[in-house]
Each structure stands twice: as structure tokens, then as C-alpha cells.
């Protein structure tokens, strides 16, 4: 689009006050922007009422001035677009939303959004074998053709878009500030690979920062655009399980990997694998419950990796799978205290068991 017809789009969509329902009737009405702002106020009133007739037939404030001004030099940066309603490549899938966005701010690779995707999501607080499984379901399942569809957050989301973004199906990382900031923090190396390598997608201008209502918002754009939703781990009250709903409302498939009875992040896949989900224990059930068969599937599917040796092998069998504590590992094992809590630091060195909160202990090596 040119540059008067961008403007418009965002005066339009950044009018403070003007919601975006209001926006869609006026577009309803009278077609692209460039229309609206020619419209009297009588006419824009009765298709959207007088408060945003009002306010776009107003002149254009300073503050608004300054965020049109901050679009067009954004849009100088590598792989900056944005896409509109109007536009052909606008994604399909977004159409089926009561509310789809208007317009969305995008950096990198643009055709992802056309590709067939599945969202992977989950717990912030994820263990270390909840993104273990993340990351390797993500890697295989985008190896096989699906684009890996997450919200940028810590834990699960992370682990997904890393497992994702060496393939060529890559990552899309919708999130829930502007296209231009990064939350968390701790998460700017990430952005900044999944900008050059996956794409970036925001519907809030730039400059939003991490508001905690945008969120939910932002996980309706995940169910939307994928095919289906992998919860790897969620609690009860996770915004995980908000995105799985939406997903079901919109006909999407919502699959969800089980865990131990006893972990809190395990309890909101648990509910959802009760409430009719697909239970999933492998990258092959996934692609069975979407209908997808890969034309060249990885040579090896997805598990957690074996430790550098077996010395503790018996120690892990007597741990089982869900978390232990010490007392109950020597009963179980006839150790004393001492070797056993030397033996239990050398798995945690080698990444093959997890200490948990109260002094207990997960597995996370299978063998």
C-alpha cells in the first residue's frame, strides 16, 4: 500500500476511543479507510454512532501524529510490514474470529502465516522435562512440514519456537505487546533469531508494553491461526487452557501431553485430556489426530535424550516417574542418606533428574 493509504489504515485502527468493532462497521460501510475520513459526520455516525464519528472526523493529535511517525520509520527495519484486512496474504484463518484484527504489524518471514501450523503452548513455570518435550516435539513436527505457532513466553512457548526455528517450516510468534518490544526480557536473544528466521506478529501498536488483558487477546490469534493446540504443561488456571478453548470454539483440534498426578503443571492437561482432548505420547499422535501425513518424517521422533553414561540407571528405575523425596528413594533403594544425596547431585549435574520444591525429585531421563 502507498503511504497515504497506510496512514489511513492507522489513524483508523490507533484512534484512541474508536473500538475496532466500531472500526469494522465503518468499513462495512464505506470500504477502505481512504473512504471513512471523506465521509460527513452524519454518515459516519450512523453507521458507527457519533462518539467515533466524532473522533476520527477530529484532527489528528499530536500523540497520534507521533505513533503514524514511529510506524513508518519501524517499517524501515528489516522484514517490517504490516498487513491489513484489504490485503490478499491477510490470513484466512483470522476471518473465522468474531473480532479479526484490522491490522497487524509483522517482522520476518511473511508467508508463514499461510502455511499450515500448529500452535505448541503451556506453562511459564515449566519443568525441565516439560520443555525437553517442547522443544523436541516442535523440532520433529516442524521437520515435517508444520509451521510452530506460539506466544513468546517463558518456559513451553520458548522451548517450541527454539525446537522450530532450523527448519524451514519455521516459527510464528504471536505476541501481546508491539511488534517491537520484547517480553520477557529474558527472552531478546530468542525474538531477535525468530525475527531473521521465523516472523514476529503483533496486533497492538508499537510500543505496547506487556499489559496483562492483551494477553488473552493474543492467545485467540494463536487458536486461529493453527490447525490445531499442543498444551505440553499447564496448571488449572493457566492461559494455556484460554487458548485450548478458543482453539475447541473454533473447530481447532486440542491435543495435550499427560504428566504426574502429583505436578501442579500437569493438572491443566489432565482436565483437558478428561474434557475430551487427545492424549498425546508421541509426534506420530499429533500428526494423526490433524489428518497430516509427512512426506519426509525425521529419521528419529521425538524423546528426551539419555545421559552421558548409566551409572545411575538403577537409581532412576527406583525413582520412577512421578517426583520423589529423599526419604523415599532410600527406603527404596537401601542407601544411606549421605551417597544418596551425592549420587542424586551427579544426575542433577547430568541433566538427568530435576530438584523440585520440598526436597523432592523428577526424572527426567526415560531409560
Known amino acids: 500500500m502507498d503511504q497515504a493509504e497506510r496512514h ?9 476511543g474508536v473500538s475496532a468493532g466500531a472500526a469494522r462497521r465503518l468499513l462495512g460501510a464505506f470500504g477502505l479507510p481512504g473512504a471513512i475520513f471523506e465521509a460527513s459526520h452524519a454518515a459516519m455516525a450512523r453507521a458507527a454512532g457519533e462518539e467515533p464519528a466524532r473522533l476520527l472526523r477530529a484532527p489528528v493529535s499530536a500523540e497520534l501524529e ?11 527495519s528489516e522484514a517490517a510490514s504490516l498487513t491489513t484486512l484489504a490485503d490478499p496474504d491477510y490470513p484466512a484463518a483470522l476471518l473465522e474470529l468474531t473480532d479479526p484484527p484490522l491490522l497487524l504489524f509483522l517482522q520476518g ?3 508463514l502465516l499461510g502455511r499450515t501450523a500448529l500452535a505448541i503452548v503451556g506453562s511459564r513455570s515449566a519443568t525441565r522435562q516439560g520443555e525437553s518435550n517442547a522443544e523436541a516435539f516442535a523440532s520433529h513436527l516442524s521437520a515435517c512440514g508444520l509451521t510452530i505457532v506460539s506466544g513468546l513466553a517463558r518456559g513451553i512457548d520458548a522451548a517450541a519456537h527454539r525446537g522450530a526455528l532450523d ?54 490469534l494463536i487458536a486461529a491461526l493453527s490447525r490445531g493446540v499442543l498444551v505440553v504443561e499447564a496448571a488449572l488456571h493457566s492461559g494455556s487452557l484460554i487458548t485450548a478453548r478458543l482453539a475447541a470454539e473454533l473447530g481447532r483440534e486440542v491435543m495435550a501431553m499427560p504428566g504426574s498426578i502429583h505436578s ?16 498425546v505420547e508421541s509426534a506420530q499422535d499429533v500428526l494423526e489426530e490433524l489428518r497430516i501425513t509427512a512426506a519426509r518424517p525425521p529419521a528419529a521422533a ?42 542424586m547431585l551427579e544426575l542433577e549435574l547430568t541433566q538427568d533428574v530435576e530438584r523440585l520444591a520440598g526436597n523432592t525429585y523428577q526424572r527426567l531421563r526415560r531409560g
Open 66 to 76: 507521533r505513533s503514524i511517525a514511529e510506524t513508518d520509520r519501524w517499517l524501515q
Open 167 to 220: 527448519s524451514d517450516a519455521g516459527t510464528v510468534a504471536v505476541v501481546g505487546t508491539g511488534a517491537d518490544v520484547v517480553y520477557p526480557a529474558s527472552n531478546a536473544a530468542l525474538a531477535g533469531r525468530i525475527r531473521r528466521r521465523g516472523l514476529v506478529v503483533s496486533e497492538f501498536a508499537l510500543g505496547t508494553p506487556a499489559l496483562d488483558y492483551n494477553f488473552p487477546r493474543r492467545n485467540r
Open 264 to 279: 501442579p503443571v500437569a493438572r491443566g492437561c489432565h482436565r483437558l485430556i478428561r474434557d475430551g482432548a487427545r492424549l
Open 109 to 111: 518471514r511473511r508467508e
Open 302 to 343: 521425538p524423546g528426551v535424550a539419555p545421559g552421558a553414561d548409566d551409572a545411575g540407571a538403577e537409581l532412576l528405575q527406583a525413582m520412577g516417574h512421578d517426583p520423589v523425596d529423599l526419604d523415599t528413594l532410600a527406603q527404596r533403594t537401601g542407601l544411606a542418606p549421605g551417597p544418596l544425596s551425592a549420587r
Open 8 to 16: 489511513a489504515w492507522l489513524r483508523l485502527t490507533l484512534t484512541q
